[in-house]
């Protein structure tokens, strides 16, 4: 099996981002765990379904594709800081 089959990218699925073939798991999130400190068989608990090659496929094309994927993560944590402000400024609203 080449690691093509494992990760794709898909316009219209997860916003066109690399992700494991046939979910809709994008390549950054699996990163993501990794560069949190998750080993790959840590992360492979988080997935249901999922195989340790596609955790280590998915690893291994964001270490090869740094910029793409670190483009990616910047852009999750700030719409995630983005919501979280939101939400402090909805909860601080009187009712």
């Given at each position: ?9 898909t316009p ?17 999130s699996v ?14 608990k988080?997935?249901?379904?999922v195989t340790?090659a ?11 594709n ?8 910047e852009q ?11 939400a402090?400024?909805a909860a601080?609203?009187p009712?």
């Amino acid at each position: 099996m080449e690691i093509g089959q494992l990760i794709i990218k898909t316009p219209g699925t997860c916003g066109g981002r690399a992700r494991l073939a046939g979910r809709r798991i994008p390549v950054s999130s699996v990163y993501r765990w990794f560069l949190s400190g998750f080993g790959p068989e840590d992360i492979l608990k988080k997935y249901e379904g999922v195989t340790l090659a596609e955790i280590y496929a998915a690893i291994a094309y964001a270490l090869a594709n740094r910029e793409e994927i670190a483009s990616e993560v910047e852009q999750e944590d700030r719409l995630e800081s983005e919501a979280r402000e939101r939400a402090k400024r909805a909860a601080a609203v009187p009712a």
